[in-house]
Each structure stands twice: as C-alpha cells, then as structure tokens.
C-alpha cells in the first residue's frame, strides 16, 4: 500500500475538515490513519490572476509528487468575489489529464453543464457529507483506487524512462531508443508535467538526427581552421 496525500481547495474551513474526516472513516480498511495525510491549499487574498496562480502551485505540488488526488469546492469565494472551482479543474485537466481532480458540489447540475466536465468526477457534498451511506463510501473508495491507480501507473513510467535513458547513455546514440524515450516522456508528461515544450514533443526524429549531424559537420569545420 502507499501513502495517500490530498490536497483541498476550499475556503470554508468546516467543510474541510468535514472532508478530512468523511475520508478518514470511509477510508479502505487496509490503509491507516498513518497513511494519510491532506494538505490545505492556502487561498491567496487577491483575485488577480488568481486561476493561474492556484494552478502554478498545484502543478508544483504534483511535480514533486507532495499530492496524489485534488479535491475542489464549486463554490470558492476571495475577497467577497465568487470563483469557479471548474475553471481551476479544466486547467488542471488540461496539464494533467491523468491526475485525480474531484469536483465537489451542492449545485452538481450546474457541473454537469460543463463540456470539460467529467460527471464521473463530480461529487454532491451533501450526499457525500453523509458519511454512513452508500454513496460517501462508495465515492472515497473510488478516490483510493483512483490515487492507487495513478501513483502505480506513473512510478512505472518514470521507472521506464530512468531504465531508457540508461541504455541511452550506456549504449550511446539509437534511433530506436530516442524515439522510445520520446514516446514514454508523452505518456508521462500526463501523469506528471515534465516541462517540456510543445516543439520538443512534436520535435520529429529525423529532424533531431539531421540537428546532430550539422552540429557534428560544424564541429569539424571549426576543427579544420584552428588546425590552419
């Protein structure tokens, strides 16, 4: 089993800890309190590109791999102003596609309008709140498997390309090994950012050989006129 960090946004501080403990006593019995943790994310004060900075942050936190699943409130309200918890989600969804977003709400309908939207991943919190029904257990069960599922497939990513990097390097230049390196840095980058440009990825193959190539070409030349 592993250890289970979620993150919270929400700026009503009794929900949240509502949230702890629904998690908490609906957690799977294999997995101790020991094992999980939550992290509180702390809304700025002004609203000024306050989208993209909440994101920059959580971005950051799953680089680092300090959160395995984000619980978002629909509602979130800064210095009087009302914020859409989906617009943070479908940035997020769009960076990390494969990252455990959750959206919670006592207005789901108003989710559900949103094409981004996955329904799967928005919860009612009153419903959810109901800690001995069905469906608050049911709903913590599929955020465990869901961290369970993502921790497991991005450790075996990145596992992957440490091992092809490490041919790389031993064995020195391959196409074959390039483009497997390419392709498993794509499917990475969905778990887990890896900062790379859009141009990077795209780059082609041939193109990279052929970038190699003049550079040794010119490496030469300059080699030639410093011998003269």
């Known amino acids: 089993m592993y250890d289970y960090k979620i993150g919270i946004i929400d700026e009503d501080i009794a929900d949240i800890e509502y949230i702890e403990r629904t ?36 971005v950051s936190k799953i680089i680092n791999g300090e959160i395995h699943a984000l619980i978002i409130d629909y509602q979130i309200i800064i210095s009087a102003t009302f914020l859409e918890g989906t617009e943070i989600f479908n940035k997020l969804s769009k960076i990390v596609p494969k990252f455990p977003l959750i959206m919670l709400s006592n207005m789901p309908d108003d989710c559900y309008s949103k094409e981004f939207v996955d ?13 001995k029904d069905s469906y608050s257990i049911e709903k ?31 064995d020195g230049y391959s196409s ?20 790379q440009s859009e141009v990077e990825k795209s780059l082609d193959l041939t193109d990279l050989r052929n970038a190699v190539e003049i550079l040794q070409k010119a490496q030469k030349l300059v080699g030639g006129e410093n011998e003269d």
């Open 23 to 58: 998690i908490l006593i609906n957690k799977p019995e294999s997995v101790t309190d020991e094992q999980v943790d939550f992290w509180r994310y702390p809304l700025p004060t002004k609203i000024e590109n306050v989208y993209d900075s909440v994101v920059k942050d959580v």
């Open 119 to 131: 329904a799967d991943k928005v919860y009612s919190k009153r419903a959810f709140f109901k800690i």
């Open 176 to 195: 074959e090994t390039l483009q497997a390196i390419i392709a498993t840095e794509n499917l990475l980058d969905d778990f887990c950012p890896q900062e």
């Open 140 to 170: 913590v069960s599929n955020i465990f498997r869901n961290m369970d599922n993502y921790i497991s497939q991005r450790s075996k990513l990145s596992a992957k390309l440490t091992e092809q990097l490490a041919r790389l390097e031993k």
